[in-house]
């Protein structure tokens, strides 16, 4: 009988080992400081990988001195090594389908609440899971986002992904389901297992409704969907250095097997900005732009009930307003009144009746995160 090895990509741990195996043949001036954080931002390279980054780092050393014929007495430094790490992660995830545009924080208005839980609960036991083993405490599996639609959920999870330097696969629910027997239960089993190989990783389901809604209430292949997901999550074999971030804007549709303790058992309620929120995405939006005669704070008061995706609607309005008046326009300048006729054209869509729903499911449902 056959047996299998397998040979996993190595752990944070192994990939030091090679790292300073690699840099005893190079000639550098980096800081410990800097090495550890190179080691960190290498999660998912293979010891293939590091060799080749360091190459290439040793070909930047040289171009960046102008000493091509003299390669020997070429020094890389810090930044050399950096640009090798971001071209090869580039290259890794246009390979695979970990694909996510980067987004960071100071992109998502807002949120500051949301932000901090997502922090403490999926940043810290990925990042530091020896300090959950020390004091032999389970770290969370995962987490579900949940609110009314436009407020940013698959926006924060890229953004956690990008600012924790953390790996990330994104899926929707559609990529999941085939008509085939058997295909969904192992399109679910290779999305686990591809984020078991790049640990430590964040899974990203949007629109989970879609794909869980409660056993017995659609087709079979959602039942048989759910079942494979329950075993990945919290099955005979552990799954470490992996958690799962689901989103959804109908929480009330999920199998409760599903957000049970030890697994998505986390709820982080992600509501409409408020109004400093609000103003904060409109500069974010308008950042680039020329603006003139423009009250952010006086705007934000009049969009109140509106979402994130609507407000950026809302400016995305602006311009086809100042468009309208001069087509020919060589230096485009934002005023109020482009906003206010756009502010005619788009109403707020979330109604109160919605609005009461999120808020009553988040006062049952509330996360030991929240803060008192």
């Known amino acids: 009988m056959m047996k299998v090895v397998k040979f996993p990509i190595p752990k944070i741990k192994e990939r030091a080992e090679i790292f300073s195996l690699l840099l005893k043949n190079k000639k550098h001036s980096m800081s410990s400081q800097e090495i550890e954080q190179c080691i960190e931002s290498s999660h998912g390279f293979t010891g293939k990988d590091l060799v080749d980054s360091l190459v290439n780092a040793h070909i930047f050393a040289c171009a960046r001195v102008g000493e091509i014929s003299k390669v020997e007495n ?38 500051h609440d949301v932000k901090e839980k997502l922090k403490y609960i999926v940043e810290m036991p990925l990042k530091y899971p020896e300090s959950y083993k020390r004091v032999d405490v389970a770290p969370p599996r995962g987490v579900l986002l949940y609110g009314p639609p436009g407020c940013s959920k698959t926006m924060i999870a890229k953004a956690l992904a990008t600012e924790s330097n953390l790996n990330f696969i994104s899926k929707n629910t559609s990529d999941l389901f085939n008509k085939y027997v058997g295909e969904s239960e192992r399109a679910v089993r290779d999305l686990f297992a591809a984020a078991k190989a790049r640990s430590p990783c964040i899974i990203f389901l949007d629109e989970i409704d879609a794909l869980v809604s409660e056993r017995g209430s659609g087709s079979g292949v959602g039942d048989r969907i759910v079942t494979t997901l329950l075993t990945e999550i919290d099955g005979t074999e552990e799954l470490r250095d992996v958690i799962v971030i689901a989103a959804t804007n109908r929480p009330d549709m999920l199998d409760d097997a599903l957000v049970r303790s030890g697994r998505i058992s986390d709820f982080i309620y992600v509501p409409l900005p408020d109004q400093e929120a609000r103003e904060e995405i409109l500069r974010i939006q308008m950042r680039n732009r020329v603006i003139h005669d423009l009250d952010f704070k006086y705007l934000s008061l009049k969009m109140e009930g509106y979402t994130g995706a609507e407000i950026v609607n809302l400016c995305n309005e602006a311009v086809f307003q100042l468009l309208a008046e001069d087509p020919d326009a060589m230096s485009p300048v934002f005023k109020l009144r482009h906003f206010e006729k756009a502010l005619q054209c788009i109403p707020p869509r979330t109604s109160k009746e919605m609005i009461a729903f999120y808020e009553n499911f988040n006062s049952k449902h ?6 008192k």
Request: with cysteine.
């Open 74 to 111: 070429v020094e890389i430094i810090f930044q050399d090594v950096k640009e090798a790490f971001m071209r090869r992660k580039r290259n890794i995830v246009a390979s695979s389908d970990m694909t996510v545009k980067k987004v960071c924080w100071n992109d998502i208005g807002g949120m």
């Open 366 to 371: 509330s996360s030991r995160y929240e803060r």
